[in-house]
């Protein structure tokens, strides 16, 4: 049975940076799909971004885009989530998931998710 589990959340300031961590164990990422979502209070949970297994091929919500980048690293088993230039808006408790789909097309729809990380709280304050 997979588990995920997130690092390198934090307080940070605007305009900083951080880098999350999704550390896979119990099995491998081979042919998963992996996604990043956040949610902060009182708000939906949202799809930041996913990468696939096969090409490596990710996208990224609006709201992110030019800012984050995901990325895996297949010996650590891990993905990372580069967040620069952070807003306060990006505070919120941010989650990895993952699914199985050797396909080379990844979504950012939470129902497609079958294993959850606990999630890493990221804070953006001056």
């Known amino acids: 049975q997979m588990q995920l589990v997130e690092s390198g959340g934090g307080l940070v300031q605007p305009r900083g940076s951080l880098r999350l961590s999704c550390a896979a164990s119990?099995?491998?990422?081979?042919?998963?799909?992996v996604g990043w979502f956040r949610q902060a209070p009182g708000k939906e949970r949202e799809g930041v971004s996913c990468?696939?297994?096969?090409?490596?091929?990710?996208n990224y919500s609006d709201s992110v885009k030019g800012r984050f980048t995901i990325s895996r690293d297949d010996a650590k088993n891990t993905v990372y989530l580069q967040m620069n230039n952070l807003e306060p808006e990006d505070t919120a408790v941010y989650y990895c998931?993952?699914?199985?789909?050797?396909?080379?097309?990844?979504?950012?729809?939470?129902?497609?998710?079958?294993?959850w990380g606990q999630g890493t709280q990221v804070t953006v304050s001056s």
């Open positions: 998931a993952a699914y199985w789909d050797p396909s080379s097309i990844c979504t950012r729809d939470s129902g497609r998710y079958t294993h």
């Open positions: 119990g099995s491998t990422l081979d042919f998963y799909n």
């Open positions: 990468i696939t297994d096969s090409r490596r091929r990710a």
